[in-house]
């Protein structure tokens, strides 16, 4: 009997995991934009990860000298940027998901956007949106997406608003966030490591000052060596 009973939580417990996690976990592909050209070549660069909210105030503030940064390294430095659409900020997960919908027509064009929203942020949240609906919303972001992205794509950004995908992939980037405990913005790991002050912006000095020793160690013969001092 107690067996019995046992083998039918257990059997519960399973069903519901299957129900809440298959859907999302893991997705399709790894999570993120990647900046600059040309795809991520994860081991021969300095990594860094930013976990941004577009309408993030201390996310904007941080952008300018991060992009200084990689604009300095080059190739030595990749971003990947994730998304954290936080709750208590008005319009995130939509300004998030717009960024989806015009990363997939227009890879090209993600960051221009997020550069976009980080400039009209006032426009999206606070006080002044408080009495407009979802509906109203939308439509100013997919008029917005569509001056960066260009008119032709204004009912491709619009039906993006109506397709499934784009909201399972923007809650694929909160849930990503999560699991690796990110609980703000923005946050930075190198090499995935969280650096220290998380959740405010880091000025150029102070990129420079975290990237400078790895890049002059990257020379792959140290390297070699390192990695066998730790192993
Ligand atoms: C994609 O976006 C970039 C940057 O906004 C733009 O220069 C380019 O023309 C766009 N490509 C297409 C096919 O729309
Ligand atoms: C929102 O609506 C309320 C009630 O109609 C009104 O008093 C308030 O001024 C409005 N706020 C804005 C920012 O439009
Ligand atoms: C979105 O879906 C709704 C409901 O299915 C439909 O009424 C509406 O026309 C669609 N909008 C677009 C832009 O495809």
């Known amino acids: 009997m107690v067996r019995t009973t046992l083998q039918l939580v257990a059997f519960q417990v399973l069903v519901i995991l299957m129900s809440v996690g298959a ?11 990647v900046y600059g050209k040309g795809s991520l070549n994860l081991l021969d660069t300095v990594l860094i990860e930013a976990f941004y909210d577009p309408v993030c105030p201390d996310s904007r503030d941080s952008w300018p000298p991060l992009k200084q940064a990689l604009h300095h390294y080059g190739s030595k430095v990749s971003l990947l940027l994730h998304l954290l659409p936080l709750p208590y900020h ?38 002044q949106t408080r009495n407009l609906s979802r509906d109203y919303v939308v439509e100013e972001v997919v008029k917005s997406a569509t001056q960066v992205v260009g008119s032709s794509y204004y009912n491709a950004i619009k039906n993006g608003f109506n397709d499934t995908n784009t909201d399972y992939q ?19 790991y190198v090499n995935g490591f ?38």
Do not use: C, M
């Open 170 to 188: 923007t809650r694929v980037s909160f849930k990503y966030a999560a699991s690796r405990g990110v609980y703000g913005t923005p946050f930075f």
């Open 90 to 127: 008005d319009n995130a997960f939509v300004t998030s998901r717009a960024l989806h919908i015009v990363n997939n027509l227009n890879a090209s064009a993600t960051f221009p956007l997020l550069e976009w929203f980080f400039k009209h942020q006032e426009k999206f949240y606070g006080a």
């Open 23 to 33: 859907d999302y976990i893991p997705p399709s592909r790894f999570d993120g934009f």
């Open 194 to 231: 969280l650096l220290p002050d998380a959740g405010g912006a880091v000025d150029y000095k102070a990129w420079r000052k975290v990237i400078d020793p790895l890049v002059g160690s990257k020379k792959s013969k140290q390297n070699e060596e390192n990695l066998h001092f730790f192993l």
